[in-house]
């Protein structure tokens, strides 16, 4: 069964550093989302792709994040630097163009120290 | 905009009693409905989902929820506890003139199943 694949699970990183997580959606699927999980709270939209193209960053904090979809396949999201309110689970999701629900990996759990 | 209130942060249930976790949509134009559940360290797997077909929605593991335009709710429920059902569960919804798919999720509810 195809899967979003995510890199690293886990991520342990001292505030002020910078540190990347890799997302790998579903082949074929065109919209890609990063999304922030606080514990205990639901997930909140970071940025959306379609294709290689950004269609909602507005609450990307674009001073320290970044996020890219350079070929529109896989997408990396980086934060630099880190800063403590920043530990959180980022989950990455996919959507087919003519599919209603979204798909979840397995997320990467960053801690920041 | 749309959103969906979810009530209750922690549910407890016995074991072999009914679960009912309740959720309220708002939304503009038609929504898409959807049931998340999301085991400790894990990501978010689909329950169901609502796309405007039936309004009673089965799903896996045993759970169904039925969407009610009146009262804009979309509450999930299963006749029986199992101790696997122990999670978090998030309810979500998407504006289905949004072609681009846009979730937008609940505050969660944690179930507890008590033997």
């Known amino acids: 069964e195809a899967e979003v694949a995510q890199s690293p699970r886990y991520k342990i990183t001292e505030k002020s550093q910078a540190v990347a997580f890799w997302c790998d959606p579903i082949s074929g699927h065109a919209t890609l989302y990063w999304y922030r999980q606080i514990l205990g709270q639901g997930p909140e939209l970071l940025v959306q792709?379609?294709?290689?193209?950004?269609?909602?960053d507005s609450q990307l904090p674009k001073d320290r994040f970044s996020a890219e979809r350079l070929k529109g396949v896989d997408s990396t999201l980086k934060i630099q630097p880190a800063e403590l309110g920043d530990s959180a689970m980022y989950l990455c999701a996919s959507r087919a163009d003519r599919g209603t629900e979204a798909f979840f990996g397995q997320g990467t759990r960053l801690t920041v120290v | 905009a749309q959103s969906v209130t979810q009530l209750g942060s922690h549910v407890s249930v016995s074991e072999g009693a009914l679960v009912l976790l309740r959720c309220n949509y708002s939304s503009s134009v038609p929504p898409y409905l959807f049931w998340y559940v999301q085991y400790p360290n894990q990501g978010l797997q689909l329950l169901l989902k609502y796309t405007s077909a039936a309004t009673l929605v089965k799903g896996i593991n045993g759970f169904e929820a039925e969407f009610k335009k009146s009262e804009t709710s979309f509450h999930l429920t299963k006749p029986s506890a199992h101790m696997s059902d122990a999670a978090e569960y998030f309810c979500?919804?998407?504006?289905?003139?949004?072609?681009?798919?846009?979730?937008?999720f609940g505050a969660g509810t944690q179930v507890v199943v008590t033997p």
């Open positions: 979500a919804v998407s504006d289905r003139s949004d072609s681009w798919g846009k979730l937008q």
């Open positions: 792709f379609q294709d290689e193209s950004v269609v909602d």
